[in-house]
């Protein structure tokens, strides 16, 4: 869909420069997704990996982003080793909705409720982000944290639209349960993409 350079966020990586490659298509449907132009991957130009790669040369960072829609309705596997041979850092975030492809630095896994995650995405998770749209979500970030590897390190993002009424929530929740961190959408109090 497009190829970006910006700063990362969201997460873990929060504040850090990074190249976002967004993949069109999504079948997950969110109703509070903040890019629903990516859901038709028809919508979108076809980019070969060479193409791909001659626009990542362009920015001066090797820190890249593979993102959507869900990015893994692919096979990601040619391009995540042609761009590994060229000395990228590649980090993925996903739903998990399908199984994981690919070769990845950093996986940023954000279960959601409108389709069950994959299980072979559990194992590979550096970081579980649940989104709190509502206290219920709480839970579910819950019974996905119960299935994540020990190491993987816990978020508790509010969503946008929400982020008024949940962050208080949040920050409590966090306070009574520290195993979780609290991430936040500092690219759009940044006003950037």
């Not at 991957?41 to 990542?56: A, G, S």
């Not at 096979?75 to 909705?97: P, R, V």
């Not at 950093?106 to 409720?113: G, R």
């Amino acid at each position: 869909m497009e190829i970006f350079y910006s700063i990362q966020g969201e997460g873990f990586h929060s504040g850090k420069p990074a190249v976002f490659v967004r993949l069109g298509g999504c079948d997950v449907g969110c109703v509070w997704c903040d890019v629903k132009e990516s859901w038709n991957e028809e919508d979108h130009p076809f980019f070969t990996i060479d193409e791909i790669l001659v626009e990542l040369s362009q920015y001066p960072c090797k820190t890249l982003i593979i993102t959507g829609g869900e990015p893994l309705m692919y096979d990601l596997k040619e391009l995540t080793e042609k761009l590994k041979s060229e000395g990228y850092q590649l980090h993925i975030e996903t739903s998990g909705a399908y199984p994981m492809t690919g070769t990845w630095d950093w996986v940023c896994f954000s279960p959601k409720k409108f389709k069950a995650p994959h299980k072979s995405v559990y194992s590979q998770a550096h970081e579980l982000k649940a989104i709190v749209f509502n206290k219920s979500d709480f839970k579910f970030a819950e019974e996905h944290a119960a299935n994540v590897e020990e190491k993987c390190m816990l978020y508790l993002q509010p969503e946008w639209g929400k982020a008024d009424q949940m962050t208080e929530k949040i920050i409590d929740y966090a306070k009574a349960h520290p195993q979780w961190n609290i991430s936040l959408q500092t690219h759009k109090y940044l006003n950037i993409p």
